[in-house]
């Protein structure tokens, strides 16, 4: 999102190829092909439903913001950011306009203080999440193996 004009009004999660679980403290994202999976913790898991349902960008800032302690931090920034390394690794793509419904950020807490989105990208796992335990079997060797 270089520029506001080139800025999409909201993002759409990337179905094909990601899935996603939501936890009480951090969104882990799996890329299904490769094996990559990422935590998002901070105010990601705050706003992560409503990113994923199609919710503008700018209405879900204006509602952290509002919720937010005065004179915190970027919020407009980290958000815009933390969107932008989401769209850099494909977990989200542009999005024409903006889905209907209301935000689910609006049951947070009357003023809370802002925790910058975080982003942890692990490859660690990848050949252990791309095993095919039903194709990749060498019986001298035992089930499954690589």
Avoid: C
Avoid at 31 to 43: E, K, L, R
């Amino acid at each position: 999102m270089a520029s506001q004009d080139s800025a999409p009004v909201a993002v759409g999660f990337n179905h094909d190829l990601f899935a996603y679980e939501t936890f009480e403290h951090e969104v882990i994202v799996l890329q299904t092909v490769d094996g990559t999976y990422y935590a998002f913790g901070g105010s990601a898991v705050n706003f992560w439903e409503d990113l994923v349902s199609g919710r503008s960008i700018a209405r879900i800032v204006s509602t952290l913001e509002s919720t937010a302690e005065p004179d915190g931090p970027d919020i407009a920034g980290q958000v815009t950011s933390f969107v932008e390394s989401l769209m850099q690794e494909r977990i989200f793509l542009a999005a024409a306009a903006e889905a209907e419904g209301a935000l689910r950020l609006g049951q947070t807490p009357a003023t809370h203080a802002f925790a910058p989105p975080t982003i942890e990208k692990h490859v660690d796992m990848q050949d252990l999440l791309t095993l095919d335990p039903i194709h990749d079997i060498d019986l001298s060797k035992g089930w499954p193996h690589t």
